[in-house]
């Protein structure tokens, strides 16, 4: 049953504790808010007149953006969990200090109390949802925050439903208790979220903290410059101005009639105010529930943003005529109208007013709302306020005269509404000119009404490039009928839209444009008639084989590919009868066209049992042929192709082509992967490759592939494998066995501090410069060592933390490279730091050694010693060196540690083996073991293997007086003339 419960809810494995809690702390938050509200304004109204309540519009929208400004400075300092547990204490200590002087009856501490709730409630909603964007990833947030977020409908629901019996027993002023208690609560479900996820929020902390970054400044005249260049933001400017002073003028009657409403002899209950208000706020949350959850989804798809936003203020509209038409008690009418408003702003108004800013670029999309939402909001909010006070002021007009006011911007608000529609349409129109609508998700459905006529229009234009991207986007179209634009597109002068045009077609499975698609039949283009054949084929079905016949034979390969996939696919027994002969015939053709194209119809109809061809393809002589073979393999994902495919990762020409098949594989492909990632005996070059395949690939398999090879010996593989595991690790965020990997950081720093006390010990020797190449070759190699440990980091540390720091370690800049250390020094845990750190601190490489040896047992040889060493090391590159500096100082004695590496993996190893071999062994042990050898599969270690074996067969022979035949003397001659220049060197 919990699994069940927890599939349904999209929660994963090891995600159940963070999701509920996280919901358990919007439910607090939003609850502490609500109670909040509702004894401020019950205590307000009982203390002062509604003149009073006027200036609190005011000062709300005076006082609520000062603190939020000066929080913004220090935000990004610190950790957020911190940062919230030392908010919500001062929120606490201000709320135990406002009881404290509640009780001394002093009017000006309910003044204080109401502007001190909006301002804490503004920040405990703010600090959630940054806190949210830090605890989850943008895919986890798409999955997991409506259900989180059923949080705050639960606490507008449940919360108030409760208040209204609590109140009673409790009081309206002892409600600072009940919201002292909650955020008490709060704290602790913050402090355990901050242990569970302590990487996480510090690589938050590290993002807004790169070494280097200038921050950047709020600049208002920007932000203006952005809203008011364009009319589609001046509309929403408008409509916000026109909301956030309707909505206080509305909210203020509603708090003045109610005030009045429980208002006696003895004068204002407060307690029953309270009551009241906790009633209507739990009835109008059940509302924007249903609203939010059933209906606004539904409305903006089947009627359009005009409709979906007109709901509110038309509901508004209707609540004011009655109150001044007289047809319903005043307060009545403030109920209705101020439940309009709580029931539709929240829920279906503010969705759809995101939706109109969606076809607004990113980057002035985020600076325009962050203008309208933190400067015009608060100012029409204080505008709302001096309207009140000058009607119930100097004017002392009725309360009622409001709803004219009202009335009158809700008016306008509708008329902005309405002009909104062609702008959004318009700006619609030219991001789609410009392709810069962002869909983060492939699965997009467009069903909208509006978005579908800018596609009519954009398919009907003149510019290509509008219609190209039009076409595009006509391909996620349901629900509507695009055909009429799309079969005009076929005779367009572009080849390349007739043939997206015909794809459409094809898929739409319509028989009305049969006659249009049969006419490109005759097309001047190759690739068009191909799309035409593809597409009637698709659409007739089995009748097409009459018409398609003939096409079998035609002189364009691409037509003939196409007419032999569309009948194998479509045309039933007869068709894949009728076709087979066909494509064997292609397969098999001289012609190198013909035969790529039978690669590509072997791909389209992605048959599995059709393997053989595909593999006899993959072999073809040539290389673009052997590219769509391969990709005919990665779309037919046969078992049996797996291995073809993993040696093609060998070959530069068809590399890239095999990787993105064996990745099209799926997890089939990861058995194979994960065995040749660890067959020690594959040439690394190869292996090398396979990493990143099951990074692409990305699946829970493809991460335990990856942990389980590790530790594989070359360290060029190592890296590249620790570099797809921290990255597939941080994708599927998914928990490894920290413990394994932190004994193989271990390692890796004990080799690094072992080649630095290497390279210290390898001082030149006379004559030779052996020792310094060797030297030369271990500073190279350890930097990548040390790139090797920052990789293996990122699998058990957050990624982009390892990465950042990484990065700003090669810097030129010193402050640069000290802040990454500062950082590293705040991210690693104790015993680590003490082993990483001494390695990137800039400090003499002696010191360095001292920490190492302090750590580690490091051992200490003569530059001899330190060569044969190298002779049995981990790294191929290192392994060559020595070897070359054995042969160059004639080390006899290292003639054992050199002989197996005659059948390393690596060629380059073999073939610098054969050289030094040649030189450290005897001739006759030479010969013996080289001779022995098995076939040599690579060109230069073979050339060099049979150069080497007649220049010592010739010692043999001379050593021996025999006398050399003059024919093999020249022989032997042209093929010294022939060997590389380092052979004969040798």
Request: proline share 4%; hydrophobic share 50%; with cysteine.
């Amino acid at each position: 049953m919990r699994d069940w419960l927890l599939g349904a809810l999209k929660i994963r494995s090891g995600e159940a504790e963070k999701v509920l809690l996280m919901g358990l702390y919007l439910l607090l938050a939003v609850s502490t808010f609500i109670t909040g509200r509702i004894a401020r304004d019950s205590l307000f109204l009982s203390s002062f007149s509604k003149e009073h309540l006027a200036y609190m519009y005011i000062s709300v929208a005076v006082m609520v953006p000062l603190p939020a400004y000066l929080y913004a400075r220090i935000a990004d300092r610190f950790r957020r969990d911190r940062l919230i547990l030392a908010t919500l204490a001062a929120i606490i200590v201000g709320m135990v200090v406002c009881r404290a002087l509640l009780a001394s009856g002093g009017a000006w501490v309910v003044v204080v109390l109401y502007n001190f709730v909006e301002v804490f409630g503004t920040f405990l909603i703010l600090q959630f949802w940054t806190f949210a964007g830090d605890m989850f990833s943008s895919r986890e947030a798409k999955r997991l925050f409506p259900f989180i977020g059923a949080g705050a409908v639960v606490a507008s629901v449940v919360c108030v439903a409760l208040l209204s019996a609590v109140v009673k027993v409790l009081g309206t002023e002892n409600l600072l208790f009940l919201q002292m208690a909650m955020l008490g609560l709060a704290a602790g479900v913050v402090a355990r979220l901050g242990r569970l996820e302590r990487a996480r929020l510090t690589d938050a902390v590290m993002q807004s903290h790169r070494p280097g970054q200038r921050r950047t400044k709020f600049q208002v005249k920007s932000q203006v410059h952005d809203v008011f260049a364009s009319k589609h933001l001046k509309i929403i400017a408008g409509m916000t101005v026109a909301t956030f002073i309707t909505v206080p003028l509305i909210d203020y009657q509603f708090k003045v009639l109610a005030k009045e409403a429980f208002t006696g002899a003895s004068g204002v209950d407060t307690d029953a105010l309270s009551s009241f208000m906790a009633a209507f706020s739990a009835l109008t949350g059940i509302i924007a529930a249903v609203m939010q959850l059933g209906l606004t989804g539904r409305i903006l798809e089947r009627f359009g943003v005009v409709a979906s936003l007109a709901v509110l203020p038309a509901t508004l509209l209707l609540g004011m005529a009655g109150m001044i038409a007289g047809v319903a008690n005043a307060f009545h009418a403030a109920i209705f109208t101020k439940g309009a408003e709580n029931a539709f702003r929240y829920s279906i108004y503010d969705a759809t007013m995101q939706v109109i800013y969606t076809p607004v670029p990113g980057h002035v999309r985020g600076r325009a709302k962050t203008f309208i939402d933190g400067i015009v909001k608060p100012i029409a909010g204080g505008v709302a306020g001096a309207a009140m006070v000058a009607i119930v002021g100097p004017l002392k007009l009725p309360i009622t005269s409001l709803a004219f006011v009202a009335a009158a911007l809700t008016a306008l608000w509708l008329v902005l509404i309405l002009l909104i529609r062609r702008e959004y349409v318009t700006q619609l129109l030219a991001t789609l000119r410009r392709r810069r609508l962002d869909f983060s998700e492939g699965t997009l459905v467009i069903s909208d009404e509006a978005t579908v006529a800018v596609l009519r229009r954009a398919l009907n234009s003149g510019n290509t490039s509008e219609v190209r991207n039009a076409v595009e986007l006509a391909r996620r179209v349901v629900n509507h009928d695009l055909t009429p634009e799309v079969v005009r597109l076929l005779a367009h002068e572009d080849a390349d839209l007739r043939v997206r045009a015909l794809e459409i077609l094809g898929r739409s499975s319509s028989l009305a444009a049969n006659d249009q698609i049969l006419a490109r039949f005759d097309d001047s283009d190759a690739e068009v008639r191909a799309a035409a054949v593809r597409a009637f084929c698709a659409v007739v079905g089995e009748p097409a084989l009459r018409v398609v016949k003939p096409h079998l034979g035609s002189d364009a390969p691409a037509v003939r590919g196409a007419a032999v996939a569309s009948l194998i696919r479509h045309g039933g027994l007869e068709g894949i009868l009728l076709s087979a002969e066909h494509l064997k015939e292609m397969q098999t053709s001289p012609d190198e066209q013909v035969r790529y194209e039978a690669a590509n119809v072997l791909r389209d109809i992605g048959v599995r049992s059709f393997y053989q061809p595909v593999g006899a393809l993959m072999r073809d002589k040539s290389a673009r042929v052997q590219n769509a073979a391969v990709a005919a393999a990665g779309a037919m994902q046969s078992p049996e192709l797996v291995p073809s495919l993993v040696y093609k990762l060998a070959q530069r020409d068809t590399a890239r082509a095999a990787a993105q098949a064996l990745a099209a594989y799926g997890d089939a492909a990861v058995e194979v992967l994960g065995k040749v990632l660890a067959q020690e005996r594959e040439e690394p070059a190869l292996r090398r490759q396979v990493p990143r395949i099951l990074e692409r690939i990305g699946t829970t398999r493809c991460l335990d592939a990856l942990l389980q090879n590790l530790a594989v010996r070359d360290p060029d593989t190592r890296r590249e494998t620790a570099r797809a595991a921290g990255r597939l690790r941080d994708k599927l965020q998914r928990r490894v066995d920290e413990a394994k990997v932190r004994t193989l950081v271990d390692e890796e720093v004990r080799e690094h501090y072992q080649n630095l006390a290497a390279l210290d010990d390898l001082q030149p020797i006379a004559g030779s410069e052996g020792p310094n190449l060797l030297r030369d070759a271990i500073e190279e190699r350890l930097a990548r060592s040390l790139d090797r440990i920052f990789r293996l980091l990122s699998i058990i540390y957050p990624l982009k933390a390892m990465e950042l720091i990484h990065a700003n370690l090669k810097s030129a800049q010193v402050t640069t490279r000290a802040n990454a250390v500062e950082v590293l020094d705040n991210v690693l845990e104790p015993d680590e730091k003490k082993r990483v750190l001494p390695l990137v601190e800039e400090q003499p490489r002696q010191r360095v050694l001292a920490r190492g040896a302090e750590i580690y047992q490091l051992e200490r040889k003569s530059a001899p010693e330190w060569i044969a060493d190298y002779l049995v090391s981990r790294d191929p590159w290192l392994v060559v060196v020595a070897l070359h500096v054995a042969g160059e100082l004639g080390l006899m004695h290292l003639a054992d540690r050199v002989a197996p590496h005659l059948t390393h993996a690596d060629p380059i190893v073999r073939e610098t083996a054969l050289r030094t071999f040649a030189v450290v062994a005897k001739p006759h042990e030479f010969v013996e073991r080289v001779g022995a050898l098995d076939e040599e599969s690579h060109a230069a270690p073979r050339t060099m293997r049979a150069w080497l074996l007649h220049e010592a067969e010739r010692v043999l022979a001379a050593s021996n007086g025999a006398q050399v035949d003059p024919d093999a003397a020249s022989a032997d001659a042209a093929g010294a003339d022939a060997a590389p220049p380092t052979a004969r060197a040798s």
